[in-house]
Structures are given as structure tokens and as C-alpha cells.
């Protein structure tokens, strides 16, 4: 809770917690994660310049110093608090707000001057959120009949996953590699990470997928899915599997600058 100029007892939003947690711990990935992961899913009230026209939007730009920049707040009084009198907005996923925005050159100001999860993203975050919510891993689907050691995967493919998983710390436990049969004879391979840390699919299956194209075999090869520890199918999967054990973090390290890693997200300005 906290209280505003005024003395009001003013509630916090899971968006502030999630902020709070990665102010906390602003070198922890996982955490960073969880944070994007409740802006892109949670509803966001994005101020306009003008009632809405049907599906034609005018967002309301400020132009500021470093480039310009739409507001969006995670509660509608939250936008009324800043504009100080009715104001026309849109009630839009977080999603629809960044994929909207990127390659736009603006930015995203977020509950500016009203809550403790104020910020702004500058444009090269909105992008890296936006490729990273347009590439979704392929789920494990009934069409899997066994599984069984992963022979005959290129030697290169080994060495580009095993590289690429070591660089994805904390983002899972571990990952099992496996050679699969599937319904009407086909056969391939799947890699199948355990206890992913929340939100982190899509940055896990973006590492395979880079580790696929440096590799030069077609990422259509190889399936992606997720479980838990606890899932029977995880058990199975250790029998024959090869197992990678990713690194988990000890202590707070320095991250690269936002944005210009495409493994890791952006870190909270």
C-alpha cells in the first residue's frame, strides 16, 4: 500500500510488485522476466488523442527530449489521476500496446507521475518484446508415439545447443534432447526443457532456434516443448535422453545493454 499526496491509500497493482521484485534483484533474468511477461499480458489504458473511431486509434504523443513517447497506464484512474479530468483512452492488452508501437520510433511511458512501476520503454525495448512475443514455441502434442536416444543429429547441432543453452541462466532447470516417433512413421527430435522459469518459453525457444541457424540445419527438425519436474513424461525423458543442465545464477552479474541481446531481456531502467 501506499498513499498518495493527498494521504489516500492508494492499492498496488501486480505490474508495481513484479516492477518492485526486479528493482529488487536487477540482475536476476528470470524476475525480469516475469515482469514483461505481466506488462504484455495484463490490460493496459492507453491515452488518446481523440475518441477512438471504430478500430482507428490516435494515440496522443508527447515528444520529449529523447524521442517521443505514448502513456499508457495499468489502471483507468491511474489515467485519470494524470490528466486530471476525463480524458479519452483505449483498454488494450499489453501485447497489442508494444506490437502496435514497435518500429514506430516512439516510446512507451508507463504510469508516469502515479505509481511506483512509472518508466519509460525506449523504442528498442518495445521491439525486442515484440519479436519476442511473435515467436512461440511448438507445443508437445498426442502426435509423439515414443522416444529414444538422439542419435544422428549433427555433431554441430550438439555444439551450437549446448553453447547457447549455457548462456540462458536460470531461465530452466534443465533440458533433455531426444530422438522421437510419431504417429504415421516419422521420426525426429525434440528438446524438452524442465521447470522453465515463468514467461521464459518464448526466450528458450528464440535460443534454439539461433542455435539451429548457426548450425545449418532447419529449425523445423527439432521441437521445442516445456514440462515439469513432476510430469511423468520428464522421467521417461531422462531415461534416454541427453541431458543439458543449465546454469543458475550464484550472485548478481553485470547484463549486456538492453536490447542488444536477443537471449536476454532488456534490463528495468
Same mark, same amino acid.
Given at each position: 500500500?501506499?498513499?498518495?499526496?493527498?494521504?489516500?491509500?492508494?492499492?498496488?497493482?501486480?505490474?508495481?510488485?513484479?516492477?518492485?521484485?526486479?528493482?529488487?534483484?536487477?540482475?536476476?533474468?528470470?524476475?525480469?522476466?516475469?515482469?514483461?511477461?505481466?506488462?504484455?499480458? *495484463? !490490460?493496459?489504458?492507453?491515452?488518446? !488523442?481523440?475518441?477512438?473511431?471504430?478500430?482507428?486509434?490516435?494515440?496522443?504523443?508527447?515528444?520529449?527530449?529523447?524521442?517521443?513517447? @505514448?502513456?499508457?497506464?495499468?489502471?483507468?484512474?491511474?489515467?485519470?489521476?494524470?490528466?486530471?479530468?476525463?480524458?479519452?483512452?483505449?483498454?488494450?492488452?499489453?501485447?497489442?500496446?508494444?506490437?502496435?508501437?514497435?518500429?514506430?520510433?516512439?516510446?512507451?511511458?508507463?504510469?508516469?507521475?502515479?505509481?511506483?512501476?512509472?518508466?519509460?520503454?525506449?523504442?528498442?525495448?518495445?521491439?525486442?518484446?515484440?519479436?519476442?512475443?511473435?515467436?512461440?514455441?511448438? !507445443?508437445?502434442?498426442?502426435?509423439?508415439?515414443?522416444?529414444?536416444?538422439?542419435?544422428?543429429?549433427?555433431?554441430?547441432?550438439?555444439?551450437?545447443?549446448?553453447?547457447?543453452?549455457?548462456?540462458?541462466?536460470?531461465?530452466?532447470?534443465?533440458?533433455?534432447?531426444?530422438?522421437?516417433?510419431?504417429?504415421?512413421?516419422?521420426?525426429?527430435?525434440?528438446?524438452?526443457?524442465?521447470? $522453465?522459469?515463468?514467461?521464459?518459453?518464448? $526466450?528458450?525457444?528464440?535460443? @534454439?532456434?539461433? $542455435?539451429? *541457424?548457426?548450425?545449418?540445419?532447419?529449425? *523445423?527438425?527439432?521441437? @521445442?516443448?516445456?514440462?515439469?519436474?513432476?510430469?511423468?513424461?520428464?522421467?521417461?525423458?531422462?531415461?534416454?535422453?541427453?541431458?543439458?543442465?543449465?546454469?543458475?545464477?550464484?550472485?548478481?552479474? !553485470?547484463?549486456?545493454?538492453?536490447?542488444?541481446?536477443?537471449?536476454?531481456?532488456?534490463?528495468?531502467?
Amino acid at each position: 500500500m501506499a498513499s498518495d499526496a493527498t494521504g489516500a491509500i492508494m492499492t498496488e497493482t501486480p505490474l508495481d510488485h513484479a516492477h518492485a521484485a526486479t528493482e529488487a534483484a536487477p540482475d536476476d533474468i528470470p524476475t525480469r522476466l516475469r515482469y514483461y511477461a505481466r506488462l504484455t499480458e *495484463g !490490460e493496459l489504458f492507453l491515452l488518446l !488523442e481523440r475518441e477512438a473511431t471504430g478500430d482507428q486509434l490516435d494515440p496522443k504523443v508527447f515528444d520529449l527530449e529523447d524521442g517521443p513517447i @505514448v502513456l499508457a497506464f495499468d489502471r483507468e484512474d491511474r489515467l485519470t489521476e494524470f490528466t486530471g479530468l476525463a480524458a479519452p483512452y483505449a483498454a488494450l492488452p499489453g501485447r497489442a500496446v508494444v506490437e502496435m508501437l514497435a518500429g514506430s520510433n516512439m516510446g512507451l511511458g508507463l504510469n508516469l507521475g502515479v505509481a511506483p512501476s512509472a518508466r519509460v520503454f525506449p523504442p528498442e525495448i518495445l521491439t525486442w518484446l515484440a519479436e519476442t512475443l511473435s515467436e512461440r514455441p511448438e !507445443e508437445l502434442e498426442n502426435r509423439v508415439t515414443a522416444f529414444h536416444a538422439p542419435r544422428g543429429l549433427p555433431e554441430a547441432v550438439l555444439t551450437a545447443l549446448d553453447a547457447r543453452l549455457a548462456r540462458m541462466e536460470g531461465l530452466a532447470a534443465l533440458a533433455y534432447l531426444v530422438g522421437t516417433d510419431y504417429e504415421g512413421g516419422q521420426k525426429g527430435f525434440m528438446l524438452a526443457f524442465v521447470d $522453465a522459469a515463468p514467461g521464459a518459453e518464448s $526466450a528458450l525457444a528464440r535460443a @534454439v532456434q539461433g $542455435a539451429l *541457424g548457426f548450425s545449418g540445419v532447419d529449425a *523445423g527438425q527439432l521441437d @521445442v516443448t516445456f514440462l515439469a519436474a513432476d510430469d511423468t513424461r520428464a522421467a521417461e525423458l531422462a531415461r534416454v535422453g541427453l541431458r543439458f543442465d543449465l546454469p543458475q545464477p550464484a550472485k548478481p552479474t !553485470e547484463s549486456k545493454a538492453p536490447g542488444l541481446d536477443p537471449d536476454a531481456p532488456p534490463r528495468l531502467k
